[in-house]
């Protein structure tokens, strides 16, 4: 005890001691949230093990590790080289991708529900696909979309994203209410979709078909080329992700409070939508549009985290979507049968309970998400 | 006694107002005004007078139609975002709302301008935000969720935010709206402290124009497109308040810093008698719509006074003896 005779003193002295208790609890959340992320990346880890040993054909541990170190250019090389790696590859860099776009969407609109598919952000870089795969390639030889192809496809992906994010920011300036921006949404992916639609009924048979199964979504269709520039978008976008979250952090305020911190909005929007747009759009070029993974594994992050801190939620979010989806991936699989689900009807059956609980739990604490 | 003579704030022929096309839509022009250290402002007027437009323009949210803004003498154009972000802390009308945020979460972001790109609170930013949550009271909720509190302990948390946001001047936009009355005294009683002992300038918007005259040091009246500053009684004196209102009907009595319906007013009442009793019974009368006359009337009232404990109505040489006041006041409607 102080029994200093200034009171200032015992003030100071007692301000210490609270700051010291404060960083105490601080530092034991913290110590809790290290523990979570050091399970989460062994996870991430055992996961993708996994779905390089399970699928269609059975492969044992052993049959993998020899298929890694030998200069054979066998059948099991190819299925684990060819197949296997790639698409653990890929469903690590996809549930990555749509996860983080889903969280950075829900904190700028700040909207629980909000996700780069329920927001019509999948729609529009459908839309951009759907231009290149039944508009424009008929005007392309086969040759040029083998070299840019891929870059033209996940740009204009890209673009359609980003257009569709703009209407939507040009909407929700004006329009606050939460569900008015969601059914808007809706609108916007429906509109687009008669629009696929009607290209749909222009173009010819073999680019239909090529279109639909694009639809599907699908993990395992990436040519090696198409993988590196997935792989690179998203790269991209987790470096900005990760560079933003003091910007994440503020707009948590709403763009008012945002602004009156210090925040320049508007740079910040750029920032945010632009990385958003990269990593929804990129993925959805080459993957097709897959649901519920953008919108429900945020709230697991948050969940697990207990925190609004997106210094925590980021790399919660980048470490759970890659589990999600290369769990998703393995379930579709259908381990040890011929015979594979549609990663659609996965990714819905594993976020919808999320997504469900978060409504209810929003209605206990009247729309406060 | 040491005399405030620092101006933070001046405003000079500020003309406020949205871009609207190619044209302005100007809501409030040709607006004079200066703020003190550690005094407490209150920004007066009706809804739509462009209170908030104000407050939102000085903050730098919302660019100006012309005219000057000036923090301690260096044009608010000069400033870098962050630059303002350490002189003026802003709260909106607008409620927070995020998920798992913590109080001190909340607090934490008040030291944004102050934190690297990463937001890394070290144990400078850590002292400001505990202190900011010590004086606003908030220490026993320092790590419930935001959204878990009640509307006086988030607007006390709001309070904590631009506190450690450490900021010489405070904006809040009726900062006591929506709160039940204890809160409402206990947020205007903490920024009175905070002005007062921590030398913060605060303007605040508020319609309660009662706790207004009662507390700040000085009130911004916006009446039609002009605004006039003063001490409240200045502006009692001159009158001002009778501006505030369309209606003809209604009157500012500024003896007795109370409204009435200049239609109401059903005659002159005297009442006899002194004391405490006697304020209550003024009062009572006044809200029945009567006026409390200095002369002596037909009709009048004897306050309890010695042995007697009723209220006495005479009326043309009949008295009615009450019990209480609400009884006296019925009887004197029907009387009328």
Not at chain 1, 292 to 303: E, K, L, T
Not at chain 2, 225 to 245: K, V
Request: aromatic share 8%; with cysteine.
């Amino acid at each position: 005890m102080n029994f200093s005779s200034t009171g200032k003193l015992t003030e100071t002295s007692l301000l210490e001691q609270i700051i010291n208790i404060k960083k105490e609890t601080l530092l034991s959340s913290l110590k809790q949230q290290k523990t979570i992320f050091v399970i989460l990346i062994f996870l991430v880890a055992l996961f993708f093990i996994l779905d390089l040993f399970l699928g269609s054909v059975s492969l044992s541990a052993a049959d993998v590790i020899r298929a890694f170190f030998s200069d054979k250019q066998g059948h099991l090389e190819t299925i684990v080289y060819k197949f296997r790696l790639p698409k653990a590859i890929t469903a690590l860099t996809v549930g990555i991708g749509l996860s983080l776009s889903g969280l950075q969407m829900q904190t700028i609109f700040r909207n629980p529900m909000a996700g780069p598919d329920v927001l019509g952000i999948t729609s529009g870089a459908s839309l951009g696909v759907a231009f290149v795969i039944l508009g424009f390639s008929v005007n392309m030889s086969a040759d040029t979309i083998k070299g840019f192809g891929n870059w033209i496809l996940v740009a204009s992906s890209w673009a359609g994203a980003g257009v569709i994010m703009m209407i939507i920011v040009f909407i929700a300036i004006r329009i606050k209410d939460i569900m008015t921006i969601l059914i808007l949404g809706i609108m916007l992916s429906s509109g687009i979709s008669a629009i696929v639609v009607i290209m749909q009924y222009f173009s010819s048979e073999s680019l239909l078909k090529a279109y639909v199964i694009w639809t599907m979504g699908s993990l395992g269709n990436l040519t090696s080329d198409q993988l590196n520039v997935l792989v690179i978008s998203v790269l991209t976008g987790i470096i900005l992700s990760l560079a933003s979250s003091k910007i994440l952090n503020a707009l948590l305020l709403g763009e008012n409070y945002a602004g009156s911190i210090g925040l320049n909005v508007k740079f910040a929007r750029i920032i945010i939508f632009t990385c958003t747009s990269i990593l929804a759009g990129s993925v959805t070029a080459f993957c097709g549009p897959i649901g519920f993974i953008g919108i429900a594994v945020p709230h697991m992050a948050r969940i697990l985290f207990k925190t609004s801190d997106h210094k925590i939620l980021i790399p919660g979010t980048i470490l759970l979507g890659g589990s999600v989806m290369l769990v998703s991936d393995i379930i579709s699989q259908l381990p040890g049968s011929e015979k594979v689900l549609p990663l659609n009807a996965v990714t819905a059956l594993i976020g919808i309970p999320v997504v469900i609980w978060v409504i209810l739990r929003n209605r206990k604490y009247s729309g406060v998400w | 006694m040491k005399l405030r003579d620092e101006i933070i704030l001046t405003i000079s022929a500020l003309k406020i107002g949205y871009k609207a096309g190619n044209g302005e839509k100007v809501v409030l022009q040709d607006l004079n005004a200066t703020a003190r250290k550690g005094e407490l402002i209150a920004i007066i007027g009706k809804n739509g007078a462009g209170k908030s437009t104000l407050l939102r323009t000085i903050t730098g949210l919302q660019a100006s139609l012309g005219g000057e803004i000036c923090y301690e003498g260096k044009n608010i154009l000069n400033h870098s975002r962050l630059e303002l972000a350490r002189k003026v802390g802003y709260i909106s009308t607008e409620t927070v709302r995020a998920s798992n945020m913590s109080v001190y979460d909340l607090v934490a972001l008040g030291r944004f301008p102050y934190t690297d790109w990463t937001g890394r609170i070290n144990n400078e930013n850590n002292s400001f935000i505990m202190d900011a949550i010590m004086k606003t009271g908030m220490m026993p909720f320092c790590s419930r969720y935001i959204a878990e509190l009640s509307d006086g302990e988030r607007q006390r948390a709001m309070i904590a935010r631009i506190l450690a946001q450490d900021t010489g001047l405070m904006v809040m936009d009726e900062p006591t709206a929506f709160l039940d009355i204890g809160s409402k005294y206990e947020i205007l009683h903490l920024m009175n402290n905070l002005a007062k002992t921590a030398g913060k300038t605060i303007i605040f918007s508020t319609h309660d124009l009662q706790m207004a005259i009662s507390q700040a040091d000085k009130i911004w009246l916006i009446t039609g497109m002009e605004l006039m500053e003063g001490a409240p009684e200045d502006l009692m004196i001159r009158g001002d308040f009778d501006h505030i209102f369309d209606s003809s009907n209604l009157r500012y009595n500024s003896d007795q810093g109370t409204f009435t319906f200049r239609s109401d007013e059903k005659g002159s009442i005297y009442i006899k008698g002194e004391g405490i009793l006697r304020h209550w019974t003024e009062k009572a009368v006044m809200r029945a719509g009567f006026v409390v006359s200095e002369e002596k009337t037909d009709t009048f009232i004897i306050i309890p006074s010695g042995d007697s404990i009723n209220w006495m109505l005479v009326s043309q040489g009949s008295i009615v003896e009450c019990r209480s006041i609400y009884e006296l006041v019925g009887k004197l409607t029907i009387e009328e």
